[in-house]
């Protein structure tokens, strides 16, 4: 027990001892906490004067790198006004590149205005900027003016296919012989697949360089000076190529004066002006002024309208005159020459003068296109009336083919050379089948035709000779559409009936010309065969020898009047000459051989026999072998 008590003593003095030293730590830790107070309290102005030291330093740097930006734009100003008084002349990249570097400056002090130097360099650079824009439009017009040059003619014709080309005279291998155009012609406009090269107006590697100065001009403002001198330059030697080409402005009271061989000349050379001028120099002009104002579209179209406003003008003027001028069958076919290149220039004036700024010269095109589709077919009627009432006093006085026949079977022929154009044309009035069309004016003119020369052959005082003249030249007409296109169109009703009426006037012309010799072979005034001459019983009829003799005579007279006339007469056909003689033989030869049978024996026995008895069969049939040959009085006698 006394252990333990001197344990509990022993730990009570300890605990006393650790609450001794838990006061004094307590004690001394809150002397601590009033130090730290005190410090913290002397050392807080130090802190605040360490916080601004800090806070000036950022701001020192931050107006430090605001002046090296503003000193860093002030040197980049000074290079690029260096370079901008130098000119463009020298290095034209870097004096574009000092351009938007000033640019770049005012953009820049404008949205720093409260610096105090932004005023005076914004006018500075303003002003520096407007010095640089006139040069550079000083640039822009002599670099386009020395690069514009009109395109002689020969470098024209060797962007052509190698078929369009003109021959070596110098003229356009695109007409024919004045009535219509020629194979080659017609071969040349079906060329769909035809090649074309447009000729270089500016060289290549100035493009570029003309496309940046005309874009620093539009971004400063200056569309409506680079308008101008995109507009003068180009429209001037777009102008000038085509008058070297040998375009010429024409109006109405120029081609009312012309010859028609000059004029007809003319119209071919239009013909092949109009396709240079759009599939060459039009064209060309669309591409350099895509590739120069690209990126300044409503620009870029307005300028290709003004440059090619006058020249296109020119063009078509030469084209209304030609339509509006006074209506003549010979125009026909140049009319349809013009309104087939007219057609077949469409798409690419329909994709060139796309833009609403060339809606002017895009209805102009149009409403040529359609005035000589209206003037060819006022033309057709003209011609049908012209035929029907020709008042032409030429008579062909030995029946053949007459002249107005043979002009307007070629005046068909080279209609169906343009049967495809035709369509197309009919097609733009009437919405009926084109080939009925075509048919129907045909028919029309062959019709007029027929009523002229059924005046005409009124003319003749013979008959005979008039039933000729009709069945020459329906024949004419007939195998002339045999074997031409027109067959198809008229059909074979229409051939027919016209082999036909020929076949009729043949044998009106039989009728006329041999019933009245044939009575002389012939017992009874109306008989006309061989076996006229004999009785009912085969036995000679009751003539008496001078009924016989003045038979014989009578028939000499008639024959060779006839063969006098007839052997000046013309069947310019073979096949139908030979025909005709053919028909006329089959029916005289018998009855001349029966008559003279029946009858000759009665004069050759009596005194001169060879007065009555003059020719035999063989030299009669020998004789009809002469008829229709178109001799003259002179040869027969030889």
């Known amino acids: ?47 605040i004067r360490t916080h601004s030291i800090r806070r000036a330093h950022e701001n020192i740097d931050k107006t430090l790198k605001a002046a090296e930006v503003i000193l860093s734009q002030f040197d980049l100003t000074r290079k690029a006004e260096a370079k901008i008084l130098r000119g463009p002349h020298e290095d034209l990249e870097s ?15 404008s949205s720093n205005k409260s610096f105090k130097c932004s005023d005076g360099v914004l006018n500075h650079a303003n002003q520096l900027l407007a010095k640089a824009i006139s040069k550079l439009e000083e640039e822009f017009r002599k670099l386009l003016s020395n690069y514009s040059k009109p395109v002689e003619p020969d470098r024209l ?34 060329l769909e697949n035809a090649v074309y090269t447009l000729p270089i107006l500016i060289p290549p590697r100035v493009l570029p360089l003309l496309h940046d100065l005309a874009q620093q001009m539009a971004q400063a403002g200056h569309q409506q000076q680079l308008f101008r001198i995109y507009r ?54 669309k591409k350099i002024c895509d590739q120069i104002l690209d990126g300044v579209d409503p620009l870029r179209d307005q300028c290709f309208a003004e440059v090619t406003v006058n020249s296109v003008s ?38 060139l003068f796309g833009s609403k700024a060339c809606i002017e010269m895009r209805e102009a095109a149009l409403s040529l296109t359609k005035r000589l589709a209206e003037t060819v077919q006022e033309t057709f009627v003209d011609f049908e009336e012209a035929v029907e009432k020709d008042a032409t006093k030429t008579t062909v006085l030995d029946g053949t083919v007459h002249p107005l026949t043979s002009y307007v079977i070629n005046y068909v022929k080279f209609l169906f050379d343009y049967q495809s154009t035709l369509k197309q044309l009919f097609r733009e009035f009437d919405a009926s089948d084109p080939d009925a069309l075509l048919a129907s004016v045909t028919t029309r003119i062959m019709q007029a035709l027929q009523n002229s020369l059924d005046g005409k052959s009124k003319q003749y005082r013979d008959p005979a000779l008039t039933q000729l003249f009709l069945m020459n030249n ?8 045999q074997r031409s296109e027109a067959k198809d169109l008229l059909g074979d009703d229409w051939v027919q009936i016209h082999r036909r009426i020929v076949q009729q006037h043949a044998n009106q012309y039989k009728r006329i010309s041999w019933a009245k010799i044939l009575q002389c072979l012939s017992v009874q005034g109306g ?32 024959f060779e009047e006839l063969h006098q006339r007839q052997s000046q007469w013309t069947v310019p056909d073979s096949e139908l000459r030979e025909s005709l003689r053919l028909a006329v033989a089959e029916v005289l030869l018998p009855a001349y051989r029966s008559f003279q049978k029946r009858f000759g024996p009665m004069v050759e026995n009596g005194k001169n026999p060879q007065k009555y008895i003059r020719y035999s069969p063989e030299v009669l049939d020998r004789m009809m072998n002469e008829f229709f040959e178109g001799k003259t009085w002179n040869e027969q006698k030889r």
Not at 257 to 270: F, R
Not at 271 to 282: E, P
Not at 322 to 328: F, G, H, M, T, V
Request: aromatic share 8%; proline share 2%; net charge neutral.
């Open 1 to 47: 027990m006394e252990a333990l008590r001197e344990r509990v003593e022993f730990i009570k003095e300890s605990l006393q001892k650790s609450q001794t030293i838990t006061d004094n730590m307590v004690s001394i830790l809150g002397s601590f906490d009033h130090r730290l107070s005190a410090l913290e309290t002397a050392m807080r102005p130090t802190q």
């Open 95 to 109: 004096y574009l590149e000092a351009i938007d570097q000033l640019r770049s400056n005012v953009k820049f002090f």
């Open 157 to 190: 014709f060797e962007c052509l296919p190698e078929s369009l080309r003109p021959s070596s005279s110098g003229s356009p291998r695109n007409h024919g012989d004045g009535s219509g155009k020629s194979l080659i012609d017609h071969q040349e406009k079906s």
């Open 232 to 285: 003068d330059t180009r429209a001037s030697v777009l102008e000038q190529s085509l008058r070297k080409l040998g375009v010429e402005r024409l109006g109405k009271d120029d081609v009312q004066k012309m010859q028609w061989e000059v004029l007809e000349a003319k119209i071919a050379n239009w013909i092949h002006y109009m396709r240079i001028a759009v599939k060459l120099l039009f064209a060309g002009e």
């Open 314 to 351: 020119v063009l078509l003027s030469f084209g209304e005159a030609i339509a509006k001028s006074k209506r003549s069958p010979e125009k026909l076919f140049v009319l349809l020459d013009m309104y087939e290149i007219m057609r077949e220039l469409h798409s690419e004036t329909e994709l």
């Open 474 to 481: 329906i024949h004419y007409i007939v195998r002339s559409v």
């Open 527 to 558: 008989a006309s065969g061989g076996g006229s001459a004999m009785g009912a019983d085969g036995s000679a009829s009751g003539l008496s020898r001078a009924m016989v003799k003045d038979r014989f005579k009578t028939f000499n007279a008639q």
